[in-house]
């Protein structure tokens, strides 16, 4: 499948979305989402994906919202056309997605990264919610997805002056998992998902299950929930093989069942 504004690539299990947007700064238009969020369906109900990375340019993850797209935009178009929800479609891509964050990731490109489930960045990478600067406030999550990831002071901070965090602050605040040097992002991203991909997938898509149910549910519902899911495991033949390789040591062949 080629697009117009995304290049995908799946490597051994591991899927790549580049966005491709370089006269732009990869700035997300309503293309950009329909087609990011058609190779994202397409991946997950491929058997031959465990897991994806979404990435940008050197310069840009993305700068957001495309603003040139948005500038003329009415209410009532927005509301009636549900503006931008069909982003939500990245949250909820069921395998698990590493955003690997090079330079600007602003206003829709700091929510699109945080829709993933972890973000790897490079040491340029900076992050910021500017939507204020444009008369607007976040649209794509983050209001919320940043206040959960950085805290309330952070995000109050970032959302009310539009000022931009760096990669070193970024990790501090916890918003990304990892810094590295600009020329080691994507094999650092690419070892993460390659060592994810090879594990259980039935463990792995439950384990994003129980983390991503810590934002939306009690303690006690959470905790629930996440016993349920352990106590399913061990109905799987991969249970059995990764304890029996334990025990035997010696490594385990994972079957998916
Ligand atoms: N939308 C549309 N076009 C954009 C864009 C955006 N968000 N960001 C950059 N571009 C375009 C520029 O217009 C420019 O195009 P032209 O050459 O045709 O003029 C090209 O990309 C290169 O950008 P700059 O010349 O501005 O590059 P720079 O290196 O000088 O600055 C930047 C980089 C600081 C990221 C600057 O481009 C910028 O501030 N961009 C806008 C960031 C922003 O406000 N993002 C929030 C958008 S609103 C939003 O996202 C809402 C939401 O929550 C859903």
Known sequence: MTYETILTEIRGTVAIVTLNRPQALNALNSTVMVELTAALAAFDSNDAV????????????????????????EFVDAYLGDFVAGWDAVATFRKPLIAAVSGFALGGGCELAMMCDFIIAADTAKFGQPEITLGVIPGMGGSQRLTRAVGKAKAMDMVLTGRMMDATEAERMGLVSRVVAPGQLMDETLAAAGKIAGFPRAAVLMAKEAVNRSFEATLAEGLRFERRLFQSLFATADQKEGMAAFVEKRKPAFSNR
Request: aromatic share 4%; glycine share 8%; charged share 20%.
């Open 50 to 73: 465990a897991a994806a990375v979404l990435t940008g340019s050197e310069k840009a993850f993305a700068a957001g919202a495309d603003i040139k797209e948005m500038q003329s935009l």
